[in-house]
């Protein structure tokens, strides 16, 4: 192991070690012999690498944890990890290396688990990159463990990970910072006329070469990267995933620019709304519905309150003032390190692997504040995410690029 | 050497291990240290054997051939009999043999791949040896 992630001094600082202690001491509360982690957000939140091809990770009820990727990628994984090259195995198509076999040969002679109970991360989600065991992989899982049983235990990682540590709280800011970089070369690029020829995957671009500049590893969102929207593509009924496409902007429409950066695996969010030349009253209107929305939800967010609650009380508000049906009715969704997105806690609510409702903010959580503003039917909508820190009596907000929609001359 | 030595015998092993000394050299071999076990299942006499390759620092300190439980090696490789008589005789390529599954691989497959280039150039003094299978 080289001396990286070992330095508590350094504000990155996670401590992986602690971590894996923390999953094993559940382990032996379910009486799990070992743990079989196959989603990119427990590779991630375990390994501190970032796994793009589909890995595993396999968790002895004591000692280090090692780890299972495709073999054109494993010394890099291995070079990223806090883990040693013992310990980041690849697998490949070769008689034996295969992920079933390799695997389960691991935990039958290395780990000698004959018989007893291996957690399985079981699941569904909404993102496509979960990486719940697929009913195939479960399948020869079996057949290769006949003696053992399979259990899910997907909640182990999830109720570890939910409250966040410095380190990982650091990184998002640090990730929020790049992006706020991003937006800052947005705007420079587009003030002064230079929107003129401009389309949204140029923007997106633009975005992306200063984060990149500034040190983010990727626009990490599966949706596109970097979502840049103008026009009417602000305005899809109940909509907020905007790819970036060939369409060049034009002056009078709104522009929604959401970018993505990522600092050793913390997430940057944050999405900024222009309008292109002088807005009209109407396009105002809108405008200011949407700015006082995200400060009222900013001022509410704390621990204590629950999605649905927030919910209701915003949507009271944007009744009130007449915009109701121009809002989606939620105002977060989930995040954490690399591959852990959208839904809030444990998924232990009335619909399975959903956010649940009821679920109470504490203090810690951290959250994406997403807001989706869209009129169809005058081309027009605008977004705001932000990574939040919940704390006792309020929110962080990461991203400090000033909440605002400007005419851009 | 006109004459022919049988696949796998204690003569053929000493062979493979005089070969490997005089024409495979520590630098060639990258000074590596590692050990490998060549698992022979359903050979001609019924049984299973093993072939154990241990390298030092570049040099081959143990060729040994046997039947029973294999000493314990940094790579296991298993397979047929036949396999195995194909790739020393130049008919099979060790790496068709390895992605179509007749050959099994245990062991750190990044390392493995590390070491295919010598593992190559093994096979290949192997295959010199004039052999009955």
């Known amino acids: ?409 | 050497m006109g004459e022919k030595l049988t696949y796998l015998s204690p003569e053929w092993c000493e062979e493979v291990k005089a070969r490997l000394a005089r024409e495979i050299s520590p630098e060639k071999m990258k000074y590596i240290t590692t050990s490998m076990t060549n698992v022979y299942r359903n050979c001609p006499d019924g049984r299973d054997k093993y072939l154990y390759f241990k390298c030092e620092d570049g040099v081959f300190t143990d060729v040994f051939v046997g039947d029973g439980e294999p000493p314990k090696a940094e790579f296991v490789i298993t397979g047929d009999y036949s396999t195995f008589a194909s790739i020393s005789q130049g008919k099979l390529k060790s790496q068709r043999a390895l992605m179509g599954g007749k050959l099994k691989l245990r062991g750190n497959m990044v390392k493995a791949l590390k070491l295919a280039s010598l593992a190559d150039r093994l096979n290949f003094v192997i295959a010199g040896i004039p052999t009955d299978y």
């Open chain 1, 1 to 409: 192991m080289g001396n990286k992630h070992t330095d508590e001094r350094d504000p990155f600082y996670i401590d992986y070690p602690g971590r894996i202690a923390n999953i094993q001491k559940l382990m032996a509360e379910q009486d799990i012999d070992a743990y079989l982690g196959s989603r990119l957000r427990t590779l991630s939140w375990t390994t501190d690498a970032f796994c793009p091809w589909r890995s595993f990770v396999i968790i002895p009820s004591d000692g280090l944890p090692t780890v299972f990727t495709f073999v054109i990628d494993a010394a890099r994984v291995a070079d990223d990890s806090w883990l040693d090259e013992d310990h980041v195995l690849g697998y490949a198509p070769m008689g034996g290396m295969d992920q079933i076999s390799i695997i389960s040969d691991f935990i039958r002679d290395t780990l000698g688990i004959k018989r007893g109970r291996i957690g399985v991360e079981n699941g569904m989600s909404n993102y496509l990159p979960e990486g719940n065991l697929t009913h195939y992989e479960y399948e020869q899982f079996k057949a290769a463990l006949p003696s053992c049983e399979l259990v899910d235990a997907h909640q182990i990682i999830d109720r570890l990970s939910l409250i966040k540590d410095q380190g990982t709280i650091n990184r998002f800011r640090e990730a929020s910072r790049i992006v706020d970089e991003g937006h800052k070369a947005v705007r420079n690029a587009l003030e002064n006329g230079g929107w003129r020829g401009k389309t949204e995957t140029e923007i997106a671009g633009i975005a992306a070469l200063a984060m990149r500049k500034a040190g983010s590893e990727w626009e990490w969102s599966f949706t596109g990267g970097n979502e840049i929207a103008s026009g009417y593509r602000t305005g899809f009924a109940g909509g907020a995933c905007t790819p970036a496409t060939r369409r060049e902007i034009q002056q009078g429409e709104p522009l929604m620019v959401d970018i993505h950066a990522m600092f050793k695996l913390g997430l940057g969010d944050h999405s900024h709304n222009y309008f292109i030349g002088t807005a009209s009253d109407r396009q105002w209107w809108h405008a200011n519905n949407f700015l006082d929305m995200v400060r009222l939800v900013l001022d509410t967010y704390r621990a204590g309150i629950t999605p649905v609650g927030l919910a209701e009380e915003m949507m009271g508000f944007a009744e009130e003032r007449g915009f109701a049906e121009n809002m989606v009715p939620g105002f977060e969704h989930g995040i954490g390190m690399m591959g852990d997105e959208w839904r809030i806690g444990l998924g232990d609510g009335p619909i399975p692997f959903w956010t649940n409702p009821e679920h109470v903010y504490q203090d810690g959580e951290l959250i994406i504040c997403a807001m989706q503003y869209a009129c169809p039917d005058e081309n027009i909508g605008f977004r705001y995410e932000n990574p939040i820190v919940i704390k006792k009596d309020g929110c962080e907000p990461l991203s400090k690029f000033p909440l605002d929609i400007e005419e851009i001359r």
